[in-house]
């Protein structure tokens, strides 16, 4: 095999090339692009940076853009690629350009990118609204999506979708690496990212990382509710199982939540204050106090929700735990694998439920993965928002062909049957607001000028445009500002609007009080009461995964036949035993409805086992179609 400049820094770390990593250095010597799948901890980053620094590729202007699904994993990336980058590429820097980047950096780099900027897609897309800045992306010669799988099935995946076909016009030759942990679905997957008609290459890391997931059992089944959301009953044992472990990182589906654990644990004599809380409506100074606090081991415990799942690299954590059903098997995985994270290390998840039958969702999530069942992520089939943004984004950066842009957009997966009544439609509706909205000219965002090519209509839609790129639908924010000084983060408006000064609320794990708001902002000072309350979030409701969903089915299914193995299961015995007395166990191809007669009338109940969202649509059509069937 050839000693690449990768394999001499490698050694020099006391490392040797793993089979994938090698495979993909070949791949992009090649010229090729592709997806590379492997366990969370087994090299995928260095694999994609290293095709880079393996070439003879000179300095001196962008050449990788690094597209990652969070902001944390932006930071955590510049670190781990500094060491190889000044060994092999001296000279090279590394930068991250994100909605925690000051505009003074910003400005910098659209001046002077660095050879390797890490960015996320929110962020990336706004970079082809400048003009200035699409001279330099033309130059860039490699794409990484880290963790694809994250963004594939969602509207970020199809975001991203288009800045790469954005890209490619500027350099046919564009290579495009996606990097994947936890996927069912991986040929769909490159297919999607490349875009249709591209071949690629398909990079597996062979043998399965080691992941150990077990249940924590309550002593007796009156610890635990029949429904709830919180977990506190089991807190003794949770502090138990911390303060035995080095450093722990505990998972939570909420921000609520996340506040209420904290809170709870921060009280905890065992932990000695070693404690700290990570979620995306932070500071982000109190963001990078945890994970560094993490790395350096200084704490035994950080509270977190999604805003650590993916890709940051603390390698001292021995032991994470989730609080609650993470809803899917992918989700559960890639917590799992935030301990072990390095080659051949084995991942352990500590499971809590918060309720009785939650104990059930564990063991399916069990069974699912000694079967290798991970779920597949469909992704999205032209969504009609994302494609007006991404228009007025390359309209903005320099005036469009409407027929080269056409051409452009059925590059993409998600667009490659857009047809022209369709694209006569979004040409109309960006044009004059379409027939509901040709009376209002600020949503006339696109017009045509002299020579037929669209441009954006004037400075105002520009500047808004620039404000509001994303698709990640959230209610508005405010920013938390202490009275006396620095920002805590920032939350919900419609949270804040409820309080008037001197109500009390939960916050960064602080007790706060609510002084004035003031445009945009709310002043906060320390409080002293316990009555208070805590913020909700629009984005903190999380859907089961169908595969999942079945799994369950089928435990159930087990238990009617008897089937107790499964040590949750066992666990929950009295309580399903009283459900099959009473009423019924279903089996797994089975919809159990039951009726009840009260004071009130006759009311049915259905249990299609699909999850809350699911529920609440199945619902309002039942509710619907009855009230068809029974008009008055």
């Excluded at 001499?8 to 040797?16: C, E, F, N, V």
């Excluded at 932990?271 to 409506?281: K, M, N, T, V």
């Excluded at 842009?405 to 040409?427: F, I």
Aim: charged share 20%; aromatic share 6%.
């Amino acid at each position: 095999m050839t000693q690449t400049p990768m394999h001499h820094w490698m050694a020099d770390q006391g490392m040797a090339p793993l089979a994938h990593q090698a495979a993909l250095w070949t791949a992009w010597s090649e010229g090729q692009s592709g997806l590379l799948h492997a366990p969370t901890g087994h090299g995928k980053s260095l694999a994609a940076l290293g095709g880079l620094l393996n070439s003879t590729i000179t300095g001196g202007r962008l050449r990788m853009l690094w597209i990652t699904p969070m902001r944390a994993l932006a930071a955590d990336l510049q670190q781990a690629f500094e060491a190889p980058v000044a060994a092999i590429k001296p000279g090279w820097s590394v930068e991250c350009r994100t909605g925690d980047t000051g505009q003074s950096q910003r400005s910098r780099q659209r001046r002077k990118p660095p050879e390797i900027l890490i960015t996320t897609p929110e962020s990336a897309s706004l970079l082809l609204t400048y003009r200035d800045m699409l001279t330099h992306l033309a130059g860039v010669d490699t794409v990484v999506v880290d963790e694809w799988h994250e963004l594939l099935g969602n509207k970020r995946g199809v975001q991203t979708q288009l800045l790469l076909a954005a890209l490619r016009v500027a350099n046919p030759s564009l290579r495009v690496w996606g990097l994947s942990a936890t996927i069912g679905n991986l040929e769909e997957a490159r297919d999607v990212l490349l875009g249709p008609g591209r071949g690629g290459a398909l990079i597996a890391a062979t043998g399965q990382k080691p992941l150990v997931i077990e249940s924590l059992l309550p002593d007796t089944q009156d610890r635990l509710t029949w429904a709830g959301h919180l977990g506190l009953r089991l807190l003794p044992r949770i502090v138990e199982q911390i303060t035995a472990a080095r450093s722990t990182l505990l998972f939570t589906n909420t921000r609520s939540q996340a506040e209420r654990w904290f809170e709870a644990l921060a009280c905890t004599e065992a932990l000695d204050g070693r404690i700290a809380l990570h979620h995306g409506s932070l500071d982000r100074s109190l963001r990078d106090a945890a994970e560094q606090g993490l790395k350096t081991e200084s704490l035994r415990c950080v509270v977190s929700t999604s805003s650590l799942d993916l890709g940051v690299d603390f390698s001292p954590v021995d032991q994470v735990i989730q609080i609650g059903s993470p809803r899917t098997l992918a989700r559960l995985i890639q917590r799992a694998g935030r301990a072990g994270h390095q080659p051949g290390a084995s991942s352990r998840i500590l499971c809590v439920p918060t309720h009785t039958l939650e104990l059930a969702e564990f063991a399916a999530a069990r069974r699912l993965w000694a079967s290798g069942r991970v779920e597949a992520r469909q992704p999205p089939d032209e969504p009609i928002d994302v494609l007006l943004q991404h228009v007025v984004t390359r309209c903005l950066g320099q005036p469009q062909r409407p027929d080269a842009l056409l051409a452009e957009l059925r590059q993409t997966h998600a667009y490659r049957h857009l047809s022209d009544a369709r694209w006569d439609w979004v040409l109309d509706f960006l044009g004059r607001g379409g027939e509901v909205l040709r009376a209002y000219p600020e949503y006339h965002r696109v017009r045509a000028d002299a020579h037929g090519h669209l441009c954006v209509s004037n400075a105002t839609v520009a500047r808004r445009h620039r404000m509001m790129v994303g698709t990640i639908a959230a209610d508005a924010t405010m920013r938390l500002r202490w009275l006396k000084g620095g920002s805590l983060g920032h939350v919900e408006e419609a949270f804040i609007s409820r309080l008037k000064p001197g109500d009390q609320f939960l916050f960064s794990g602080r007790a706060l009080e609510l002084v004035r708001v003031r445009e945009l902002t709310a002043y906060v000072k320390a409080a002293t009461r316990k009555n208070r309350q805590v913020p909700r979030w629009a984005g903190g409701r999380m859907a089961i995964s169908g595969t999942l969903a079945d799994a369950i089915r089928h435990l159930l299914e087990a238990a009617r036949d008897n089937d107790y193995r499964e040590p949750e299961l066992a666990a929950i015995r009295d309580l399903l035993e009283i459900q099959r007395r009473w009423s019924a166990l279903p089996a797994a191809d089975e919809l159990l409805i039951e009726h009840v007669t009260s004071r009130e009338g006759r009311h049915w109940f259905f249990y299609p086992f699909a999850g809350r969202l699911a529920h609440e649509g199945l619902s309002a059509l039942v509710a619907w179609r009855l009230a068809q069937m029974h008009k008055a």
